[in-house]
């Protein structure tokens, strides 16, 4: 069975950093694109950054410049790496894969979900 667990939420002031962490873990054949999606008490979940297996990653407007994904495909997991943080970064941060399992079957797998808080 696959699953992703993430670790590194927390709590740090505006202007703080905090990095995120995303471990697959199970039986499959190879993950294509990892990335991260957040929401916010009120809204919709947002997709906040991708890195497509050896291509470039991409990222919303909101957080370019400021947070910055990575991948270990050895270690089978995804990095993000928030710096500048904003009150309005405040949000559930899920990870996300999109595995191949041992069928060749493709499925989109998701994290339980860290706290981000950004507050004084």
């Known amino acids: 069975q696959v699953q992703l667990v993430e670790s590194g939420g927390g709590l740090v002031q505006p202007g703080g950093s905090l990095t995120l962490s995303c471990a697959a873990s199970?039986?499959?054949?190879?993950?294509?694109?990892m990335g991260w999606y957040r929401q916010a008490p009120g809204k919709e979940r947002e997709l906040v950054a991708a890195?497509?297996?050896?291509?470039?990653?991409s990222y919303s407007e909101s957080v370019k410049d400021r947070f910055t994904i990575s991948r270990n495909n050895a270690r089978k997991t995804v990095y993000l790496q928030m710096n500048s943080l904003k009150p309005e970064d405040t949000a559930v941060y899920f990870c996300?894969?999109?595995?191949?399992?041992?069928?060749?079957?493709?499925?989109?797998?998701w994290g339980q979900g860290t706290q981000v808080t950004v507050s004084s």
């Open positions: 996300y894969g999109r595995i191949r399992d041992r069928l060749w079957r493709i499925n989109d797998y």
């Open positions: 199970g039986s499959f054949l190879s993950i294509s694109s």
């Open positions: 890195v497509p297996d050896g291509n470039v990653p």
